[in-house]
C-alpha cells in the first residue's frame, strides 16, 4: 500500500519570505502522480500543483515549486513571497496510474501560518 | 460552473439516527468518492465508485454506506451514526483518464 508522509504538523513564515514544506511517499510503483492541495479556513480543497513521476523536470505555478526526488520518493513544495493568503493546510497526496480512478491517498497535512 | 455540491454543510444529530450526506456533479464525471477528515490523520477514503451501479470500499468504510443510482448523485448514507463518525466529509469526482479531483465544499457532521 501506498502511504504519504508529512514530518512537520506546524509551520510560520514572514511575509515575503520563503518556505518548504516536506513530503515523503512511499511506493513500489513507477507510475503515479503527486499532488498538492492547499486547505484554507474556508475548508475547500484547492489544488495547488501537481507533479507526473515520468516528468524528470520539476512542476511550477507561479510562487509554487516543486522538489521531485523520484529516488529518494520526496515531494516538498516550496512557496515563494509568501503572502497572508497562503495560511492554509497544506495536504500531500499521491494517485496511483493516471486514469483517474484511483484514490488520493493523503498526508496528515502541515498547517502554514504567514505572519505579517 | 462546474462544481460539486454537496449538502448540507454543517450538520448535528444524535446516536442512532439515520443521515444521509447528498453529493451531486454536473461535470459527467465517471468516477466519484467520499473522504472523511480528522485532525492529525488527514483525509481518507470512505467509498468510491468508478460509475453507475459500481461502487466498492476505500480505506474506512465500516458504519457507511453509500449508492450510485444516476451518473451525477452519490450519497453517503450512516444508518446509525456513532460519535466517532464525527468528521469533516468530502465528495470528489474525476473524469475517466484525468488525475484532477473535484471537491465539494465540505459536511461537517457532529454526532452527539
Known amino acids: 500500500a501506498q502511504t504519504v508522509t508529512q514530518s512537520q504538523p506546524e509551520m510560520s513564515v514572514q511575509e515575503a519570505e520563503t518556505v518548504t514544506l516536506s513530503c515523503t511517499y512511499d511506493t513500489s510503483e513507477s507510475n503515479y502522480y503527486l499532488f498538492w492541495y492547499k486547505q484554507p479556513p474556508s475548508r475547500q480543497m484547492i489544488l495547488v500543483i501537481r507533479q507526473e513521476a515520468y516528468k524528470q523536470q520539476n512542476a511550477t505555478e507561479n510562487r509554487f515549486s516543486v522538489n521531485f526526488q523520484k529516488a529518494a520518493k520526496s515531494f516538498s513544495l516550496k512557496i515563494s513571497d509568501s503572502q497572508l493568503g497562503d495560511t492554509a493546510m497544506y495536504f500531500c497526496?499521491?494517485?496511483?496510474?493516471?486514469?483517474?480512478?484511483?484514490?488520493?491517498?493523503f498526508g496528515k497535512g502541515t498547517r502554514l501560518s504567514v505572519i505579517a | 460552473e462546474a462544481q460539486v455540491t454537496q449538502n448540507p454543510r454543517y450538520l448535528i444529530t444524535v446516536t442512532g439516527k439515520k443521515l444521509t450526506v447528498t453529493c451531486s456533479q454536473n461535470m459527467n464525471h465517471e468516477y466519484m468518492s467520499w473522504y472523511r477528515q480528522d485532525p492529525g490523520l488527514g483525509l481518507r477514503q470512505i467509498y468510491y465508485?468508478?460509475?453507475?451501479?459500481?461502487?466498492d470500499k476505500g480505506d474506512v468504510p465500516e458504519g457507511y454506506k453509500v449508492s450510485r443510482k444516476e451518473k451525477r448523485n452519490f450519497p453517503l448514507i450512516l444508518e446509525s451514526p456513532s460519535p466517532n463518525q464525527t468528521s469533516l466529509y468530502f465528495c470528489?469526482?474525476?473524469?475517466?483518464?484525468?488525475?484532477?479531483?473535484?471537491f465539494g465544499q465540505g459536511t461537517r457532521l457532529t454526532v452527539v
Open positions: 497526496a499521491f494517485m496511483l496510474g493516471s486514469s483517474g480512478n484511483t484514490p488520493l491517498v
Open positions: 470528489a469526482s474525476s473524469l475517466w483518464g484525468t488525475t484532477e479531483a473535484f
Open positions: 465508485s468508478m460509475n453507475v451501479e459500481v461502487t
